[in-house]
């Protein structure tokens, strides 16, 4: 059974600071995924990623994926208030997508 | 960008009744949609998959008699929870799958809120 733990559940960060979420998988996959969840709201897809070692940005935030350690992470860099959001990190089990528990970031002056 | 239209975005009903709840795939075929249900603060639990003209595989510990499925057509599924009680109350989110690129698309998330 696939399962997906990402930590920290909870990031109260400073903004202008670094920080990084990650994502562990029991298994191998095809795909990784990073949405983003405002409150009431359903997911914005961040980040697909296909392949060992890919490295994508968007802004502030930098997903990577290395399939050998079954490891993704979220890089945030120099936080501003509007990243404030719950973060998910999900892997395809062909096909539906298993979800990690989520990381509620909150960014404070 | 493909676009998942899902129906209604809120509904509030009594118990005892079904709410019937619509995903549709605006511009692309979707061969397979899911049905996830997320409670508040917490991830999303895949409930079950369908395929267009078969039958819906459900999770395991979710009611196939309480959640029908329906995925009558390539661009259509719908979930109706029958016999709503206030436990079924959460937001209900459809994703499709599009059958030209594989890529995954989320509808906007219904809340159920059964009184």
């Known amino acids: 059974e696939l399962k997906v733990e990402q930590n920290p559940l909870f990031l109260s960060m400073q903004e202008g600071k670094n920080y990084t979420i990650y994502c562990n998988y029991s298994t191998t996959s095809d795909r990784l995924y990073w949405y983003r969840q405002d409150p009431g709201k359903s997911l914005e897809s961040l980040f697909v990623l296909l392949s060992n070692g890919a490295v994508k940005q968007e802004g502030r935030l930098m997903a990577s994926l290395d399939t050998k350690a079954r490891l993704s992470t979220l890089h945030i860099t120099a936080a501003v208030h509007d990243l404030s959001a719950t973060y998910f990190c999900a892997v395809e089990r062909t096909p539906p997508l298993v979800f990690g528990k989520g990381t509620r970031l909150s960014v404070i002056a | 960008g493909a676009v998942v239209s899902q129906h209604p975005s809120w509904v509030i009903c009594k118990s005892g009744t079904s709410v019937k709840i619509e995903c549709r795939s605006l511009?692309?075929?979707?061969?397979?949609m899911f049905w996830y249900r997320q409670f508040p603060k917490q991830s999303l639990m895949l409930m079950a998959t369908s395929n267009e003209g078969s039958k819906a595989t459900y999770e395991q510990g979710v009611e196939k008699d309480k959640f029908l499925i329906n995925h009558a057509s390539l661009t259509l599924s719908t979930l109706t929870v029958t016999s709503a009680h206030p436990e079924d109350s959460s937001f209900y989110i459809c994703?499709?799958?599009?059958?030209?690129?594989?890529?995954?698309?989320f509808g906007n998330g219904t809340r159920l809120t059964v009184t």
């Open positions: 994703s499709a799958k599009s059958g030209a690129s594989g890529a995954l698309h």
């Open positions: 511009d692309f075929q979707a061969t397979t």
